[in-house]
C-alpha cells in the first residue's frame, strides 16, 4: 500500500533536496514537489510544518527536516513501516 500523501518542498540547486528525490525515485514512491522560492511557499511551510529551509518532506502528516542525512534514518523507518524489511532491506538502501 503507497502512502497516501507525500510531499516534498525543495529549492533549485539543493544537493540535500536532490537526494531525497534520488531517494523516492529509487523505491518508487510518488510524490508532489513544491518550491520554497516560489511566492507564499515558504511562508507556507513556515505555518504548517515550523521550518521554511528546504528540504522538508512530509510523508502523511509526518514532518522530517534537515540534511538528506538527517533525514534518511527516518525515511527507511517510515518505508520499513509501510512495506516491511524484505522492500526496504540493506540491500535497497542505496542513495545519497
Avoid at 523516492?24 to 520554497?36: C, P, R, S, T, V
Avoid at 505555518?47 to 512530509?58: K, N
Wanted: aromatic fraction near 12%.
Amino acid at each position: 500500500m503507497a502512502f497516501s500523501e507525500v510531499l516534498l518542498y525543495t529549492s533549485l540547486g539543493c544537493p540535500d533536496c536532490a537526494a531525497v528525490k534520488r531517494f523516492f525515485d529509487l523505491h518508487g514512491i510518488a510524490f508532489e514537489e513544491y518550491d520554497i522560492a516560489a511566492p507564499g511557499v515558504a511562508e507556507t511551510a513556515k505555518t504548517r510544518y515550523g521550518v521554511r529551509v528546504a528540504p522538508i518532506t512530509v510523508i502523511d502528516g509526518t514532518v522530517l527536516w534537515g540534511t538528506f542525512a538527517e533525514q534518511q534514518p527516518r525515511l527507511f523507518e517510515l518505508l520499513e513501516g509501510r512495506y516491511g524489511r524484505d522492500r526496504v532491506g540493506p540491500g535497497n538502501r542505496g542513495c545519497g
